[in-house]
């Protein structure tokens, strides 16, 4: 962990509106905020996360985590003019700054502070056997070569072509096709984790949950489940166009939840009695009831 201290080289002349820190994310990998207010998803394109850091936050701290996507490697901090945690080979990188007479002095004016991840590309490993695709020859280890494989990501091989049928009411997003979580109810995290242990560091799942054949699907992280629901952003008519909603015993409202693979807590979705326009309140951790707890699944599409 490399702690910075921002202060006059960092931020000069005394304004209201303060430094600016940009959080650069490339694809490949994210970064999170230990208060998780300051979070920045590199999704497809990559992103780029502006936040105000100004006299009346002080004193301020914040560390940020660097992680990697499936088939990337986080290599290290950019270093440039004005990035922070330069060349440090640590996923973690910690701001900080006291609240003293002369950091609210130093802390001030247009200057922008600058924190990126640089991410290594090492290819995707479909069908979680510890090889590349790139150097497999059956990606999703159906048995019939790529090749020959219509799908060649999307297993298992029933119908001669490699293309097995999208399970009713799933949603096909950014090339994933997610199940609905409610098709998985009365299940623990354990009873999850055994038919879809992590493979080579890949949740892979290779036999049936509730009567669902997932051999082959993923099942998903807490950073991989958040930007996909964010992702309809219409409010509540979008998500309940995709979702189906049940009642969880501690909520009396209507939520969809789900074990990750990533903790053995939940994930939930709820409307709130109270907001039913907006929908979308969180997805956090939350224990309840294992029967009123689904799961997150994703598989890779052509």
Request: glycine share 12%.
């Amino acid at each position: 962990m490399i702690k910075i201290r921002l202060l006059l080289a960092a931020c000069m002349a005394l304004t209201v509106t303060g430094c600016k820190l940009d959080v650069v994310v490339p694809p490949g990998g994210m970064v999170e905020s230990a208060s998780g207010a300051r979070d920045c998803d590199g999704g497809i394109d990559g992103e780029y996360c502006t936040y105000d850091i100004s006299a009346v936050t002080l004193p301020f701290s914040e560390t940020f985590t660097a992680s990697a996507k499936p088939g990337y490697q986080f290599v290290q901090w950019k270093n440039s003019t004005g990035f922070k945690c330069g060349d440090s080979t640590s996923t973690t990188c910690t701001l900080a700054i006291e609240d003293s007479a002369f950091a609210r002095t130093a802390l001030a004016g247009f200057k922008t502070i600058y924190l990126m991840p640089e991410f290594e590309y090492l290819g995707i490993d479909t069908d979680g056997d510890g090889i590349l695709d790139p150097h497999d020859g059956d990606d999703d280890d159906d048995g019939r070569n790529d090749d020959e494989d219509n799908c060649p990501l999307t297993w298992p091989d029933e119908d001669g072509f490699g293309c097995p049928n999208p399970l009713p009411n799933s949603n096909i997003v950014d090339g994933k096709e997610w199940a609905q979580p409610i098709d998985f109810l009365n299940l623990s995290w354990d009873d999850v984790h055994e038919v879809c242990p992590s493979i080579h560091g890949l949740p892979l799942c290779r036999g049936q949950l509730n009567g669902v054949d997932l051999r082959g699907w993923r099942w998903a992280t807490s950073a991989e489940v958040e930007p996909f629901v964010r992702s309809y952003g219409g409010g509540c008519t979008d998500l309940r166009d995709v979702f189906t909603f049940g009642t969880g015993s501690t909520f009396g409202e209507p939520v969809i939840a789900g074990w990750v693979s990533d903790t053995s807590t939940s994930k939930f979705l709820t409307t709130g009695v109270s907001q039913p326009t907006p929908c979308w309140i969180g997805l956090v951790p939350e224990m309840i009831e294992p029967r009123w707890t689904g799961g997150w699944f994703y598989r890779l599409v052509q």
